[in-house]
């Protein structure tokens, strides 16, 4: 272990100190106690963000979705290693061709789940399914408060009446929703109606505008729709602080700086376990190995990935603030970094000095 356990998780079952001494368990034994399972790329939006969506025929380039029975022998052996909090998600989960007989069996098996979606799919016999086997909660990505911003988000027609649909299914099962936004350029504009929609419903809202570039599907327009640029200025005074009170610290590995670090992992729709959903490594075959192996592997590469060599000597390696992920997605690997990153970044810790 690299670094001591800290309570960096926005989990809320934190709050309860029952909940925390699980979690503080889990961590000094490295207990996989929570899972994400990305059911599918399949989506019925197109949203010009997304790091996973594919369209059904650019699957078979990117691999072969588990099955039904592929998840659910994955799923018997995580709890039995541990696993208590799974997330389902996708692209949209409720589209993998098998959803009803995985997520009758996973209902059944004990998981405290969370149901990520973007709800446009909440009707009929998929709520039937819901109301029968309901889930603790149920993330719903929302992108706009009106039919015109999904269509420039998402490129579907009808996209807010179908969630907006989903939404009155699920709070007529009574089942707790958060609903969950990207701000992009495209509805940056509709920021308030959103929360006035979150609002009027009685939901809790989060939004971000933290947007990452994708290292998994070669289509994502993410670079381009972001609105990081534009937050500057408040992130400037935020980032300066954070710095004064703790300088970035090369010395952790970058695995520490996760919250789901000998705690969690992501299982991807074609079979891989990895410990963040926006790299492209490791390539752990869970599919093909045994839970408890791909558990031991993923936290031996947590232990072991370290900064590339040149962040260990930079100048400004105590004010660059990133993640695997961030190299990843930037860099175009964990284990380098790019001229044009490292430029911006010196650029704009030169910009802070002058401030
Ligand atoms: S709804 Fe979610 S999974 Fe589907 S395209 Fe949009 S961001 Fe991707
Ligand atoms: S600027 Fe580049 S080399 Fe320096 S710490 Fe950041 S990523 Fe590493």
Redesign the pocket.
Known sequence: MSAPFEPACRRTEWLDPFYKAVWEKAFAEAIPISGTFELTPRCNFDCRMCYVHLKDEQIPEYGTELTAKEWLRIAREAKDAGTTWLCVTGGEPLLHPEFETIWKELAQMGFFITLQTNASVIRGKTAELLAQYPPKGVKVTLYGSNDEVYEKVCRVKWGFTRVDEGLRMLREMNIPVQLVSTIIRQNEDDVEKMAFYAYRNNLPWMATGSVKASARVADSEAREVRVQEKLDGQQRERIRRSLEKTPFD?ERKPCTYCKDYRLGYWVTWNGEMRFCSFMNEPNIPVRDLAFSEAWRQLVQYEEELD??K??KS?S??RA?V?CAAT?ATECGSPHR?TEE??NK??QFYNERRGE
């Open positions: 090369t900064w590339p040149e962040c930079c400004v390696r660059c990133k190299l970094v990153f490292c970044v010196k």
